[in-house]
């Protein structure tokens, strides 16, 4: 089976451990640019095997975004906390306020933003690259999406109950966008647990 994960802003991958060593693993403006990614998918779908496609937040945002037509190929496609705009979660003021954080006490606002997802263990705040942190704020004002190009087949739609990032508000945006698709509300924050989401794609924890 061939799992892709597509991660969001500030992913590494001692967040999703199984994940990183299971699966092609891909962070947003670090692996690759947005526009980018729907012919890397395009490689992918025609393996000969299943596929899963599982993005979360700014990387399900620009799966949303760029690939939908894509989605077809895959068996599942598993979009956890996904938003058509960031900004139907936060006013522009507040990413601008992290944009000028990173350069004033970068270590400070990834440290916020990642207590903020409800990491269970503290994430270290080395091996960021800041102009790839700083791009994928600039994105997140600018992006928005209007319309999307299937009804969610194919879809999981996830969004756990606790999550302070993407508020219930933006997500029902794109759940009424998908009617087709499953929807899970799991007691969870903005981050699932692990073993949550490897479940969810078919794999084990060793």
Same mark, same amino acid.
């Given at each position: 089976?061939?799992?892709?994960?597509?991660?969001?802003?500030?992913?590494?991958?001692?967040?999703?451990?199984?994940?990183?060593?299971?699966?092609?693993?891909?962070?947003?403006?670090?692996?690759?640019?947005?526009?980018?990614?729907?012919?890397? =998918?395009?490689?992918?779908?025609?393996?000969?095997?299943?596929?899963?496609?599982?993005?979360?937040?700014?990387?399900?945002?620009? =799966?949303?975004?760029?690939?939908?037509?894509?989605?077809?190929?895959?068996?599942?496609?598993?979009?956890?906390?996904?938003?058509?705009?960031?900004?139907?979660?936060?006013?522009?003021? %507040?990413?601008?306020?992290?944009?000028?954080?990173?350069?004033?006490?970068?270590?400070?606002?990834?440290?916020?933003?990642?207590?903020?997802?409800?990491?269970?263990?503290?994430?270290?705040?080395?091996?960021?690259? =800041?102009?790839?942190?700083?791009?994928?704020?600039?994105?997140?004002?600018?992006?928005?999406?209007?319309?999307?190009?299937?009804?969610?087949?194919?879809?999981? =739609?996830?969004?756990?109950?606790?999550?302070?990032?993407?508020?219930?508000?933006?997500?029902?945006? %794109?759940?009424?966008?998908?009617?087709?698709?499953?929807?899970?509300?799991?007691?969870?924050?903005?981050?699932?647990?692990?073993?949550?989401? %490897?479940?969810?794609?078919?794999?084990?924890?060793?």
């Amino acid at each position: 089976m061939s799992i892709v994960f597509v991660g969001g802003w500030a992913t590494v991958p001692g967040q999703f451990p199984w994940f990183a060593e299971n699966s092609e693993f891909i962070v947003p403006f670090a692996d690759f640019n947005p526009s980018d990614l729907h012919n890397r =998918l395009m490689e992918i779908a025609g393996r000969k095997e299943d596929k899963v496609l599982l993005g979360w937040s700014t990387g399900a945002h620009i =799966l949303i975004k760029e690939c939908v037509s894509v989605f077809s190929s895959f068996d599942k496609v598993i979009l956890v906390s996904p938003f058509l705009s960031f900004l139907d979660s936060f006013p522009e003021r %507040v990413v601008e306020s992290m944009i000028k954080g990173l350069s004033d006490d970068f270590e400070s606002v990834i440290r916020q933003f990642h207590l903020n997802c409800g990491e269970s263990s503290t994430v270290s705040a080395s091996g960021y690259n =800041l102009s790839e942190l700083r791009s994928g704020l600039n994105f997140l004002i600018d992006s928005k999406i209007k319309e999307i190009g299937c009804k969610g087949e194919n879809l999981i =739609l996830i969004r756990g109950t606790k999550d302070r990032i993407v508020r219930k508000k933006a997500f029902e945006k %794109v759940r009424n966008m998908l009617p087709e698709a499953e929807v899970l509300t799991p007691c969870t924050g903005h981050k699932p647990d692990e073993s949550f989401l %490897v479940s969810m794609v078919g794999g084990q924890l060793k």
